[in-house]
């Protein structure tokens, strides 16, 4: 019997709001991720659904320990990293990497394609130095992306080509889990179809576990295997994708799918 | 006689790397009340486009080469600026992609909300916030009385959005310009934003275009649509014809790789490639690269936009020779 390669359990974060100015007073809390218990299993895609506010991505930025959690732990692989020291949850984003909505920011700017991609490599000490170059190549080719360009910036490149950056960038450790926050939302939909493909090939070439977050369900269903649906920092609904799209139970879940642009001229 | 009537619109950006053809002859009307799409992937020239239409385009770099837009007798791209001044933001008026940058953080709602009655009519502060109040109630903010003196960070993406319509609408215009205003929100709060358009736009009987890249929001919204590609339009139909008789291998490509209408479990189809450079002159028909029914002559042979047999117009040279 298997375990689950990501299991989360009761997990919360909170964030103080406070106000005053000299002395800061505590006056409320933003419940953001407010108990979330879930299992995810190895080799699958599943989709993360919520609206801008559901808790979505700060879920996402606590399983990468880039927020504390409040409560709750988040083991992966076995390893308890809410409460790992800082040096083994560098370890642990080798196996664990992220993707992030807004191609324009998440890439730095002033670093070439090539710098972007041989930094995570460098880093972690994926390969030999003298290896470094021949690595990003293939890590451009996997995506899509012809190694000749590795001399570019970012600004050089479209919004689906930057995303593409950010994936080869994701991959370059060898993860085994990949979370992806809405990796799709910020482009054309033509584009999107592109990057789900891609995202959807490398999972199955390279046997990725992947945690899709978006706010529209239409995309999620082609990607994911199970769908779980987020509202106010607690799942609210849970199971296989295809019925969750088709026969949902929670009124959420059913306002979510009906705000599906649809194309319908039958009326 | 058509409310606004583009013809022969040419808008190019001349850079140090070239001169980028971003609106490369588009002709097109409005007719009063109608809701008219212009749907495009990024960089084919719809945003670029209505930019030209009330002189928002930066020159330089940007320069219109050549065309006219008749609105009242007035050519908009020819005319002096207190003339384009007076008409843009009281007759003509335009929303934007993403209302933070399009909203200024510094100032309270009610003074961004009443600037435009100031500017056009001559109305004093009282008359000017009441409208205001009116309009904000109208675009469905709760509690407007206490909202309208809110700075925009205290609202969320789609209220935002819902403040910069009711700024775009307080002073009636007769036109509304919706650059893509629902692409930055959560698909819940885009569906709201659309139904509040279609409402207003009753109410108001006004005339909108709508842009946007994303085909399944026009089906809901438009009469008409214009498809368009590297800076030309490739396709113009009824928005049903559009969707059940597309006449342009673009518009079919679009259509298809649209991921609600997909099927779970294959593929879902893409347009390979990418929009041309539009710094390089086109041989041929732009979209062949990435066509999967090109034909030689489609390499060399500059399409027209033409109506096929009396109906819609295409500009695909195999379409209107019967070829597809």
């Known amino acids: 019997m298997s375990f689950p390669i990501l299991q989360l359990k009761d997990v919360a974060t909170h964030f103080p709001i406070e106000s005053g100015w000299l002395r800061k007073r505590r006056t409320g809390t933003v419940r953001a991720v407010d108990g979330v218990t879930l299992d995810v299993e190895r080799g699958e895609v599943l989709g993360l659904v919520g609206e801008s506010g559901s808790g979505k991505s700060t879920l996402a930025r606590t399983i990468m320990q880039l927020v504390p959690a409040t409560a709750g732990t988040v083991v992966l692989e076995g390893r308890n990293l809410t409460a790992a020291s800082a040096a083994e949850i560098k370890a642990a984003r080798r196996g664990l990497q992220m993707v992030f909505q807004d191609p324009f920011a998440s890439l730095n700017p002033r670093l070439t394609v090539y710098a972007a991609l041989a930094e995570p490599l460098l880093v972690h000490g994926v390969v030999p130095r003298d290896r470094v170059p021949a690595r990003v190549a293939a890590l451009m080719e996997q995506v899509g992306l012809a190694p000749r360009l590795m001399r570019k910036y970012p600004h050089e490149f479209s919004g689906g080509q930057r995303q593409r950056i950010a994936i080869a960038r994701a991959l370059a450790v060898e993860p085994r889990v990949i979370i992806a926050d809405e990796p799709v939302s910020a482009l054309d939909v033509s584009i999107q179809a592109q990057i789900l493909n891609l995202l959807a090939g490398l999972v199955r070439k390279m046997n990725l576990t992947m945690i899709f977050i978006a706010h529209d369900l239409a995309v999620v269903k082609h990607i994911s295997d199970r769908i779980a649906v987020m509202y106010q920092g607690k799942i609210v609904e849970l199971g296989p994708a295809l019925d969750i799209m088709e026969r949902p139970s929670h009124p959420y879940t059913r306002a979510l799918i009906s705000a599906i642009p649809r194309v319908d001229f039958s009326a | ?324």
């Open chain 2, 1 to 324: 006689m058509p409310l606004l009537e583009v013809t022969d619109l040419r808008t190019s950006f001349h850079t140090r790397s070239g001169i980028l053809r971003a609106v490369d002859g588009v002709s097109f009307s409005l007719e009063k009340g109608e809701t008219l799409g212009i749907v495009g992937e990024s960089g084919s020239g719809k945003t670029v486009t209505c930019y030209s239409l009330l002189g928002l385009v930066p020159t330089p770099p940007g320069r219109i080469e050549s065309g006219t837009a008749m609105f009242d007798g007035t050519d908009l791209l020819h005319c002096p600026p207190a003339r384009l001044r007076d008409i843009r933001g009281r007759r003509i008026a335009m929303i934007f992609q993403d209302p933070m940058t399009s909203l200024n953080p510094y100032l309270r709602i009610s003074e961004q909300l009443i600037e435009p009655l100031f500017i056009h009519e001559d109305i004093s502060k009282a008359d000017a916030l009441a409208r205001g109040l009116a309009m904000l109630e109208a675009v469905g903010i709760q509690d407007a009385a206490r909202r309208l003196h809110s700075y925009p960070h205290e609202f969320s993406g789609g209220m935002r959005q819902r403040v910069m319509i009711a700024m775009a609408l307080v002073t009636r215009p007769e036109i509304l310009i919706a650059d893509e205003p629902t692409t930055a929100l959560d698909v819940t709060v885009q569906a709201q934003i659309l139904e509040l358009l279609k409402k207003l736009q009753r109410d108001l009987g006004m005339a909108v275009i709508f842009v946007t890249h994303d085909l399944a929001v026009i089906s809901g919204l438009c009469d008409r649509v214009l498809v368009m590609y590297a800076g030309r339009i490739v396709e113009t139909a009824a928005t049903r014809t559009l969707f059940q008789a597309p006449r342009h291998p673009y518009t079919r490509a679009l259509q298809r790789s649209i991921p609600s209408l997909q099927p779970k479990g294959r593929e879902l189809h893409t347009i390979p490639g990418m929009p041309p450079d539009l710094s390089q002159p086109v041989a041929g028909c732009a979209f062949a690269p990435r066509c999967e029914q090109a034909a030689g002559h489609c390499r060399t042979t500059d399409p027209r936009l033409a109506a096929v047999n009396n109906g819609p117009a295409t500009a695909c040279l195999r379409v209107q020779n019967s070829e597809i």
